[in-house]
């Protein structure tokens, strides 16, 4: 017989913001740590045997610094893990299945772990699927197009950070979204204050950019890892989760 796939798409979506919400609580363990006044006195103990060697701490920029670019790096990859399942699952749909009949629920959803897993292997493994490949295949329309340039730097600046020296080869451009205050009138409120005669408060999107030249270092701070980190979850997972259940429920 063959059967419908119904698979929640959420579970993944939810992996993706846990993952998020663990690498930037250690980032913040790591800030707390850095900010103790015994922070400088601390040793990192190496033992193997009786073979003992001391560690001492880094500077505290180059560590912050060390910390965010690592946060950075392994929130991008989540999101590339992210996107390589959800490919994985529109394969799965689209291929023909065919259940032997007497076949049990615990068989046939062994099947389809198994099947899935299969397909999980061919997108990461496969190196013609790059980046720019998987965004066209999960966003594919036209309204997608700000969202995929969006990422993509993302990606530019990872790709820049692993295997550049932290370098920008070319010049490179973050570009992400934000939420913010506007008055009515159109302009940013940034601050408490009285507003215009007949103003009102509205929540607007801004778009934003952090750029970097050709040759210079690819430094990101804390609280634009931060505006990356919102934009993702705020505007990147549930736009490519929407598109994504609108391809799988075709």
Known sequence: MEAKIDIDLSIYESKLRGQIGSDLTA?????DAISQPNYNNRKYILKQGFTISEIGVPPVDFLKQREINKCFKSIIGSFQDYMDNLIAILRLKAEKITIPPQTTLEEVNALLQNKFEEHLLNVSTDRSLNIPSKLKLLLDKPKHQI?????????DIRNGLEHHKGIAKADRVIRYKRMGLASTAGYEVMKPGPLGEGEGLVLKTFDEEITFDKGGMLLITREQLDCIALSLLIFAIPTIQTATGEKFNA
């Open 147 to 155: 969202y995929k340039e969006s990422i993509q730097s993302y990606f």
């Open 27 to 31: 980032l913040q363990i790591t800030y």
